[in-house]
């Protein structure tokens, strides 16, 4: 069900039921909700964003509400985005061997504190085909579910480390999306409640293994004839001749702006331990041809038709990107150094290392992220991540403990 159904139609979904769970997503991209008289929800559906009450405008805060601004901004050049979560890894816990009687549910998860959890699958079984097998009703309802509620899954499958799995978000405009990234992720940890499976898409869980990731497919498309508008014909041993000015200029302007707009990328403290030199993980502005380690990898024939041409984000964060993008669409902005050849490692300017460093790059004020979000945005986003470093802070760690207790 989405508002492009008409009221009637609506009301003919909802005819046997009773109650509708509502929800939206807050700034930390967490779903809040409540079950609510189907009456009251279908009230509701003229605001599925959150407004002023005071103002009766979009909240400045609404990430939603930001990435609809820039979807219009698109629009009005004659541009739609083409979006596909390519990856977003998910770590599973669940005690499954007859050697244990309890799953990882909410009540381990708190007598653990979070740590000794048993995965789902154990060993590194990347694109494993049997794995899936352990756990099938659960691999298959995840399918099934999904499907019923309009998000097509391209793929799933399971990744390197132990309880991994990955899945890939059939692709669509940018809006419909990030609307069915947010309600995958939270249709996945309440099928996992049911299964007593607890299911984690923080970065990194394990100081030992490669982290979790989210990564995003991103193309601009006609909005009249639906042309993918990033593919030029060119020669394939000079991979800039296969790109569009257009492409170029929306790149250019995402290099610009990723600095700054980390703190939306990787919102929260356990990000950054993700995001460390030789892990595949983007740690400096950098763009390359098929090339993994760079933060912005660009995919184009002979590894794909020239109909698919498009960029990889190997951080995500939607509204983001085409905020950035646009930016430099608007600007006409150039390239400002040429693609990376090799490992990103060492070369190319660092990101920021931690939250507090990407909130400081954010807040300054002459940053892109100001110039594309604005600053209500900027000042309250900030803001939060600032809290959520002050917490950071005063937290005592086991690895502290284990390491000072008796040496100190």
């Known amino acids: 069900m989405s508002k492009s159904h008409t009221l009637k139609e609506i009301q003919d979904i ?46 400045d805060s609404c990430p939603r509400g930001l990435l609809k601004k820039f979807v219009h901004k698109l629009s009005n050049l004659g541009y739609k985005g083409k979006v596909l979560f390519h990856l977003l890894s998910k770590r599973i816990y669940h005690k499954q061997t007859v050697e244990w009687s309890m799953n990882e549910t909410p009540e381990t998860l708190f007598h653990k504190k979070g740590v000794n959890l048993d995965p789902l699958t154990r060993g590194m079984f990347g694109y494993s085909v049997t794995r899936t097998t352990l756990n099938k009703e659960f691999f298959h309802e995840i399918y099934d579910r999904c ?42 940890k309440q099928i996992g409640l049911e299964y007593g499976i607890t299911s984690c898409f923080m970065a990194k869980p394990y100081n030992d293994l490669p982290g979790c990731s989210g990564h995003i497919h991103v193309s601009l498309a006609s909005l009249t004839s639906g042309e993918n508008l990033f593919s030029a014909v060119g020669d394939t041993k000079n991979p800039l001749t296969l790109i569009t000015p257009l492409m170029k200029n929306f790149l250019a302007g995402i290099l610009l702006g990723l600095p700054s707009m980390m703190a939306c990328y990787a919102p929260v403290i356990n990000s950054y331990k993700r995001l460390v030199e030789n892990y595949w993980a983007p740690v400096t502005v950098t763009y390359g041809f098929e090339n993994r380690t760079a933060a912005i990898r660009l995919i184009c024939p002979p590894l794909c038709p020239p109909s698919a041409t498009r960029l990889e984000m190997r951080v995500t964060a939607i509204a983001a990107i085409l905020g950035s993008g646009l930016y430099g669409i608007e600007h006409n902005l150039e390239l400002p150094f040429g693609p990376l050849e090799g490992d990103a490692v060492g ?23 100001r110039k594309v979000f604005g600053d209500n945005f900027v000042d309250h986003f900030t803001s939060t991540r600032d809290h959520e470093w002050a917490l950071w802070e005063r937290q005592v760690t086991s690895w502290e403990v284990s390491r000072y207790m008796e040496t100190v």
Do not use: C, Q, W
């Not at 967490?30 to 009251?40: A, L, M, P, S």
């Not at 070369?347 to 992220?369: H, Q, V, Y």
């Open 14 to 59: 909802l005819k046997n039921e009773t109650k509708i769970k509502l929800s939206g997503s807050d700034i930390d991209g967490i779903t809040r909700g409540k079950v609510v008289n189907k009456d009251k929800a279908v009230k509701s559906l003229d605001a599925v964003d959150f407004y002023d009450p005071v103002t009766n405008l979009p909240l």
């Open 147 to 188: 499907l019923s509620f309009d998000i097509p899954i391209e793929g799933l499958h399971t990744e390197t480390g132990p309880g991994v799995y990955e899945a890939a978000l059939y692709y669509s405009d940018a809006l419909n999306m990030a609307d069915r990234a947010h309600l995958f992720k939270t249709t996945v």
């Open 347 to 369: 070369k190319g300017e660092r990101l920021p290392r931690n939250l507090k460093e990407a909130s400081e790059t954010m807040k300054k004020k002459d940053s892109i992220a």
